[in-house]
């Protein structure tokens, strides 16, 4: 993670902190509590605890729902996932039942969590405080902007140079090839790089960055059926009924990944605002191909976008169809929903059943989008920040 990256994480979170003000309610309800172990037998105070716990409860919803995946693992990281979360409301929950006549126990807790709470958000804080001092800045998009952030584990290039560009050359047609098909701009402009297990976020339309995240959603909701089909794999080795049985559940699996590939490359043909579609089928299956696998073994897509202004217009009347800025709208809420739905963990962790596909053939090129989907975009050079 670079350094524009990590203040970008640390201002959303204290804006959603900000916004929901947790810690204020932490401390109220801790006080509430210590005066409930004061004197155990007042049943309002006991009402005043249930009230505030209940609007710390809702402050954690709340944050929990805004949270992007990105931002979520960025706190475990920091071992701090906790303090934004509403496990913390569950575990203040089962303390209160657990020892509901010993409340002096609750309070511990309570307090515990304000204290160590509090020093969490100092020190977010002051590393922000610290590195604005620096000259760093936060990446930030643009109203409109979109792109797509793919994260390339070191086992997928062992390392090697060449091996890393030729990910770089793939991730490059995989986007070109989906922009062709949506009649959008194929350039492929690069935003950031991060380092580690390298991190390239890359501008696109928000047309194809929906369309790219809504594949991996769709492939991440079929691995529930594969994982399934792998447990049954595992009971029939167990079973030692032959090499046979093992493979018939391999076919399984390989025929289920190449329905949800039709699958989404029917779709994308069949939406009717596409070009050139059904001339690029070839290239659409290898792209989605490309994608899954390497999915499943461990690369990791993340969609950014930053809202366009809403603009106030009476609805469209004519033949029941939105206007483009409605479309927009409505396109930048599904980004959103997207954004929050590529919950990687539901791969599992055991060994990658599906074997590495090659990228997609070299795409045509196009000059300009045929729509009016994607904004032109200063060059990176022209919004540069400090720490890239």
């Known amino acids: ?9 640390i201002a959303e979170i204290m804006k959603f ?11 109220s309800l801790n006080e509430a509590v210590n005066q409930v172990a004061g004197n155990p037998g007042d049943a309002n105070q006991q009402n005043e605890v249930a009230t505030r716990f209940a609007n710390l409860r809702s402050a954690l919803d709340a944050i929990a729902r805004k ?16 303090a934004f979360a509403p496990k913390m409301a569950d575990e203040i929950a089962e303390s209160m039942r657990e020892n509901a006549m010993v409340p002096v126990k609750v309070r511990d807790l309570t307090t515990e969590y304000v204290n160590k709470r509090n020093k969490i958000l100092n020190e977010l804080r002051e590393s922000q405080k610290n590195l604005l001092a620096l000259g760093f800045k936060a990446s930030a998009l643009e109203p409109g902007e979109s792109e797509l952030g793919f994260l390339i584990p070191r086992d997928l290039f062992q390392n090697n140079l060449g091996g890393l560009a030729k990910q770089f050359v793939a991730i490059d047609r995989v986007v070109r090839t989906f922009a062709e098909a949506l009649d959008e701009d194929t350039e492929v402009i690069v935003d950031e790089i991060s380092t580690t297990d390298p991190l390239v976020f890359v501008y696109a339309g928000y047309r194809v960055v929906k369309a790219v995240g809504g594949a991996i959603e769709f492939f991440l909701d079929k691995w529930e ?3 399934r089909i792998r447990k049954l794999r595992a009971e029939t080795e167990s079973l030692s009924l032959g090499d046979d049985f093992a493979a018939k559940y391999d076919e399984v699996i390989k025929q289920t990944v190449a329905n949800a590939v039709k699958e989404q490359v029917d779709k994308l043909v069949a939406d009717g605002q596409i070009g050139r579609a059904n001339e690029l089928r070839t290239g659409l299956t290898m792209s989605m191909e490309w994608l899954m696998t390497h999915v499943e073994h461990g690369m990791r897509v993340e969609v950014r976008y930053l809202e366009p202004p809403k603009i106030e217009q009476p609805p469209s009347e004519s033949d029941g ?7 927009e709208q409505q396109d930048f809420a599904e980004l959103g929903r997207i954004q929050h739905a590529l919950q990687y963990q539901r791969l599992g962790v055991e060994r990658p ?3 590495l596909s090659g ?4 795409p045509e090129a196009t000059t300009a989008p045929a729509k009016e989907a994607k904004r032109p975009r200063r060059p990176r050079s022209s919004r540069a920040k400090k720490g890239d």
């Open 1 to 9: 993670m670079n350094v524009s990256r990590l203040l970008e994480f």
């Open 17 to 27: 902190e900000a916004e929901q003000n947790v810690q204020k309610k932490l401390n």
């Open 67 to 82: 949270l992007t995946p990105a931002q979520m693992q960025f706190l475990e990281e920091i071992n701090a996932d906790w």
């Open 225 to 227: 059926q594969v994982e």
């Open 321 to 327: 169809e939105l206007i483009p800025q409605e479309q």
């Open 353 to 355: 059943l599906l074997q």
């Open 359 to 362: 990228p997609p053939p070299e």
